[in-house]
């Protein structure tokens, strides 16, 4: 009997779960974009946008909600109300989920924190796209993260990010001479933006001891730049290619501080990146998750 007990200890350990048993905290965004995506079709052009994105973010939190297949929980949470009836609920739902989204980005697992950020900016950009989703809070401040200390792939990333900044100060100089007079003020404030992180890119890398990468001579846009339009998109797809920098960094460090830095600074090119296809007229406004691959 007694080697009979002392089996019977690991025997139930190992019909233990083995995993977190706590709600998974992306239960409520799952349940929101559902939701959200549901309930936005019928409220005209704005909310078909809106529902389409809603529903590629669902969709990958439900991906990444089912491969853990953690406990539901018993009762529905507060992400669980009846569908948006109007554009006004519609605007206040994406706020919420922007807010619940940035919330999370900090804690969360690397592989979860660059998808959760990717939605906040989405519905950042959907904010932008227009005047009736009330185009939302701007992108809090691109700065050097009190205490960093980047090393191996986290300084890999601020290299690559930097990359992209250079390079979209040279698209934003270059564009200048193809636009009309009336964009002189998003060209100069552009400009500044990416001058910024362009600064805290470099002074992150050479506190860590790293020589910063140097821009390129000239770049090779992915069309001719031949007039307003093609300017346009170009502006947009260096704010694109600066998205996907800058989540890389968030995919590549658990330092709370540099993943808000690297947040901000995916939500303000989501932004200005919907601006720009708003010009030009690109279809859809708004990308759903920015930065990510399409």
Not at 165 to 181: D, K, M, Q
């Amino acid at each position: 009997m007694g080697a009979l007990a002392a089996l019977a200890v690991p025997l139930a350990s190992a019909c233990s779960p083995g995993f977190d048993e706590t709600p998974d905290p992306l239960g409520p965004l799952l349940r929101a974009a559902e939701t959200d995506a549901a309930g936005a079709k019928a409220l005209g052009a704005e909310g078909e946008a809106v529902a389409t994105a809603r529903a590629a973010h669902a969709a990958a939190l439900k991906t990444e909600v089912d491969r853990l297949n953690r406990p539901k929980p018993d009762q529905p949470g507060p992400a669980a109300t009846p569908p948006p009836s109007s554009l006004d609920g519609l605007k206040e739902r994406l706020a919420v989920a922007r807010k619940q989204a940035e919330g999370l980005v900090p804690t969360l697992p690397r592989y979860r924190a660059g998808m959760v950020a990717s939605i906040a900016a989405g519905c950042a950009a959907l904010q932008q796209s227009s005047e009736k989703l009330g185009r939302g809070d701007d992108a809090g401040a691109v700065e050097v993260p009190a205490g960093v200390q980047l090393g191996g792939e986290a300084a890999e990333a601020v290299q690559q990010a930097l990359a992209a900044e250079h390079a979209a100060i040279w698209v934003y100089g270059l564009v200048s001479a193809y636009l009309p007079a009336a964009f002189s003020g998003a060209v100069s404030r552009g400009t500044a933006e990416h001058v910024k992180r362009r600064d805290v890119c470099e002074r992150m890398l050479s506190a860590a001891g790293q020589t910063p990468t140097g821009p390129e001579a000239a770049y090779v846009p992915p069309r001719p730049v031949t007039e307003a339009n093609s300017a346009m998109e170009l502006v947009a797809t260096a704010e694109s290619d600066a998205s996907a920098a800058w989540l890389g960094v968030l995919d590549r460090t658990d330092d709370a501080a540099l993943r808000t830095t690297a947040l901000n600074a995916l939500i303000g090119s989501a932004r200005r990146g919907t601006a720009w296809r708003a010009e030009f007229g690109a279809k859809p406004v708004a990308i759903a998750m920015p930065g990510q691959s399409a």
